[in-house]
């Protein structure tokens, strides 16, 4: 029989995202390698944010036009390299059933399952399938490595002669049941977010950095951070994925859980414009998007902190009349009344000879995307306060 103390911990959990990606229809260069999904085991391997005692799993066909069959699915403490922990296997019932079909344009969630994982776990999800579509829904910048075996592999601890890919399919979201106090941080962003740059497997981008830290401080350690970033992103129209705009109700407002969002998007728009003219009407465009995706999220109770646009004097980007753009829309992110906050990424990563251009040594070389030094210093740099739940 419980105690009341059990009890009323019990019923003070809610359900909460501690992992998850932004999803978007896979080009042809990023697809998975052979042998391919269909008839094969694929195991692809996250690290959490926040831990508990049970959780769920997303699998997505949203971008697929025709179903996918799925035989069989579970998870695992990842061992590193493909490897799992045997003793720690759980199967993934979905309604009650191993044996799932996801139809095309879908999403299903995982029956609850229990299984114990601490924070910043590295968790194996591995998946058998049956026929799986010629469009592929995913997260090609997952940098960190899965593993695909010819045949039913689901209960082995090591997947040999697999191929290997540094990419994430199907998989879309872990929740986890934790303290009612709980919350989630979500950042929407492009390739800066997605972590172009970072170590693969090294799970050191600088949300990673930011979830660390508030780990490890008391009035944090209950705030889980979720990485909507994709490479080659726009706010304002369809680049690489669905726009921050058309993906906004599904990668922010539908957020298990989520307290906090971080806007930090936009170099993309900026970055392709031709003209001044343009440019300049693509900044006027992109604070009005601003401000609507603030809006709507003040509208569902979320806190909303905008980020400023990073230097790239010296990127394929840059121009004078580009550079003019980011200046308006920085100006603005530093100055308006919408957001709640302003995490100025400008400032902390200039350089202090050439304040267009990223400090020299936090770059990959290409004056646009940070290094591993950079996002260290990124993630670093942002008050924790802002996210106090204690």
């Known amino acids: 029989m419980l105690t009341p103390a059990c009890s009323r911990n019990i019923t003070d959990q809610i359900w909460v995202g501690t992992w998850s990606t932004a999803l978007q229809l896979v080009e042809p ?46 998870i695992a403490i990842s061992q590193g390299d493909g490897a799992v922990d045997t003793s720690t296997i759980k199967k993934l019932t979905f309604t009650k059933s191993e044996n799932i079909v996801i139809e095309p344009g879908s999403t299903i969630t995982s029956d609850p399952v229990q299984f114990r994982i601490k ?16 469009d592929v829904t995913g997260h090609p910048g997952s940098r960190t490595t899965s593993y695909i075996a010819e045949g039913n592999h689901l209960t082995e601890s090591v997947l040999t002669e697999a191929a290997k890919a540094d990419r994430w399919y199907i998989i879309n979201g872990i929740d986890v049941k934790a303290p009612e106090e709980s919350g989630v941080i979500v950042v929407i962003g492009n390739s800066i977010t997605d972590g172009r740059g970072s170590g693969t497997n090294k ?10 830290r508030l780990l490890n401080n008391s009035g944090t350690r209950d ?11 726009c706010v304002l129209r369809p680049c690489l994925g669905p726009s921050a705009l058309e993906r906004f109700e599904r990668d922010v407002l539908n957020v298990t859980g989520i ?7 936009g170099i993309n728009d900026i970055g392709q414009t031709p003209d001044s003219v343009t440019a300049l009407t693509v900044a006027d465009k992109l604070i009005k998007a601003y401000k609507l995706m603030t809006e709507k999220a003040h509208s569902a109770g979320i806190k909303v902190y905008g980020a400023t646009i990073l230097p790239f004097k010296g990127s394929f980007y840059y121009t004078s009349f580009r550079e003019e753009a980011r200046k308006k829309v920085n100006d603005w992110i530093r100055n308006n009344k919408d957001f709640d906050a302003v995490i100025d990424f400008d400032i902390i990563m200039r350089d202090t000879e050439e304040p267009l251009s990223l400090k020299p040594g936090t770059h990959t070389g290409d004056f646009l995307h940070p290094n591993e030094t950079g996002y260290k210093i990124m993630g670093e740099s942002i008050d924790l306060k802002l996210f106090s739940i204690k």
């Open 29 to 74: 260069h990023n697809m998975p390698p052979e042998p391919g999904l269909s008839y094969n085991t694929l195991r692809q391997v996250v690290r959490i944010s926040i831990g508990g005692d049970s959780i769920r799993v997303r699998l997505s066909n949203e971008f697929g036009h025709s179903r996918i069959e799925i035989g069989g699915a579970n």
């Open 119 to 134: 924070p910043r776990s590295d968790i194996a999800i591995t998946i058998y399938f049956g026929e799986t579509p010629a």
């Open 203 to 212: 799970q050191n981008r600088w949300p990673d950095i930011l979830a660390e």
């Open 223 to 233: 705030v889980a951070v979720l990485n909507h970033g994709i490479g080659g992103n």
């Open 259 to 265: 307290k906090w969002l971080i806007i930090f998007e």
